[in-house]
């Protein structure tokens, strides 16, 4: 991040004068005027005396109550400060950094032979400075958009060096793609045995923000972050316990670090729509071998089109072979005895709109003389293999559905603003048993179905008819 660029920023987000920025910082206002328009470059002896002064002012200025979010723009990627220190040495390490980026480009030296490897020590220190390189990227992408791989322990253990405190607010939807190592053994055990918070609100609040993939790789021990073309941070510890962070910027090595993550990565458990549809136009059985592997639980956060017939959902998927393939999946699905929970506001909605999702398809409009006929059905199932297992509940999660198997987990996420859909696959054993338990340890209010309720909403549906 340019240094004019950084401070115009910071001065604006800081309300204050170039004058009196200026003063605090003992320049003259024709001194800044220079060094904001590129004229002056300063010294390498120069730059932690200004950092300083400079972050020291504008801290006084910005710090304050969750200030974080003056700086979000700024810096993508970036924490909530707990003190007025905190935010002086965030700023004073982002100027700094800033003013070294200028003097490199302005001596006409190679970021690579110049700085080919940089480490960084102690937590704050880490913390900031994966912060703050995370966020140049952005201005060095040429489109915007950043390729990430990261093996930290997302899911399966704490992140380390307080990264778990870094949230990302992405500068436009889908600039990030985010290609994250998870070891199917590890993550079970996590679930388990380590008490570890409940993945699926994880992934789903990472997907609204960025497109994200899951890899199963064999465990990796060292913990990374590589931004395809531009950086590589790895995560360690010093004999001594001393965080560290090792930034590698050589482009070779970068190039041929991506090289072997490419061979190397593992099996793909994350596809996008497209893809999905691929596989289902390749492999008529894809959907249907799911189902040999003991359903055991579904959450419907989403009012998705489980009861709907092949020839209903023509009007978003045009493929005859693949509205079969739903249609005769569903059935089975809802047909199997497993424990079916569907969120009380996917009801809601479908009973007063009549939006009904047709995965990897789109939004089907129900009319209302449909709905009813479509309650029915649901009435008609439900009745006859799984009443006793089926439960309403309430959540404030939507945009999603979980389906667990016995050894495997397929979470499927909506995304409306952006209009994709995700399907990701967990080879993880019981997690039926998971979510039952952390949902009623966050006591997530559940409801016995009854036949009574579901005629309430038939009858909604009709009173709106009339």
């Not at 995965?359 to 479509?374: D, H, I, Q, Y």
Request: glycine share 4%.
């Amino acid at each position: 991040m340019k240094t004019a660029f950084l401070l115009e920023e910071l001065i604006q987000i800081a309300d204050m004068s170039k004058k009196d920025f200026a003063s605090a910082c003992f320049l003259s206002p024709s001194g800044l005027s220079r060094l904001l328009s590129g004229q002056q470059i300063l010294d390498l002896n120069e730059h932690k005396s200004f950092s300083s002064k400079a972050a020291r002012a504008l801290t006084s200025n910005i710090y304050g109550l969750h200030c974080y979010q003056k700086l979000s723009k700024l810096f993508p990627f970036i924490y909530d400060f707990a003190s007025e220190n905190g935010l002086h040495t965030f700023l004073e390490h982002a100027i700094s950094t800033a003013l070294l980026s200028d003097y490199i480009a302005n001596a006409g030296i190679s970021d690579d032979s110049f700085d080919r490897e940089s480490v960084y020590l102690n937590h704050r220190n880490v913390l900031n400075m994966s912060c703050i390189l995370l966020s140049s990227c952005f201005e060095a992408a040429p489109d915007k958009k950043l390729e990430l791989y990261s093996s930290l322990p997302l899911f399966d253990g704490e992140l380390p060096y307080s990264l778990s405190r870094i949230m990302f607010t992405p500068p436009a939807a889908e600039c990030v793609t985010l290609n994250q190592a998870v070891n199917s053994e590890s993550f079970s055990y996590a679930l388990n045995e380590l008490n570890v918070g409940n993945p699926i609100g994880q992934i789903h609040q990472l997907e609204s923000s960025l497109d994200l993939y899951f890899w199963e790789t064999a465990p990796i021990q060292d913990h990374f972050i590589l931004v395809k073309d531009q950086l590589l941070l790895i995560f360690d510890t010093l004999p001594d316990e001393t965080p560290a962070v090792k930034v590698i910027s050589n482009k070779y090595y970068l190039l041929r670090f991506a090289q072997f993550l490419e061979e190397h990565w593992g099996r793909k458990l994350s596809f996008n729509k497209e893809e999905v549809q691929q596989m289902l136009d390749n492999d008529p059985a894809y959907l249907l071998n799911f189902l040999d592997r003991e359903p055991a639980a579904l959450y419907a956060y989403e009012p998705i089109g489980f009861f709907l017939k092949a020839h209903e959902m023509s009007a978003v998927e045009p493929s005859a072979e693949r509205r079969e393939l739903l249609a005769d999946f569903f059935q089975a699905l809802m047909t199997s005895g497993l424990a079916f929970y569907p969120a009380a506001s996917s009801i809601t909605e479908f009973v007063r709109s009549g939006r009904t999702v047709v995965p990897f398809s789109g939004n089907l409009n129900v009319e209302k003389t449909k709905r009813v006929e479509m309650m029915r059905r649901f009435e008609e199932v439900v009745g006859r293999n799984s009443i006793e297992k089926t439960q309403v509940f309430y959540s404030s999660m939507s945009d999603s559905a979980i389906l667990c198997l016995k050894d495997l987990t397929l979470l499927y996420l909506y995304k409306p603003k952006q209009a994709s859909e995700k399907l990701h696959l967990f080879f993880v054993e019981d997690m039926a048993d998971f979510l039952k338990q952390d949902y009623r340890k966050k006591q997530f209010r559940f409801q016995e179905f009854s036949q009574e309720r579901w005629q309430s909403y038939i009858e909604e549906i009709s009173r709106d008819s009339d």
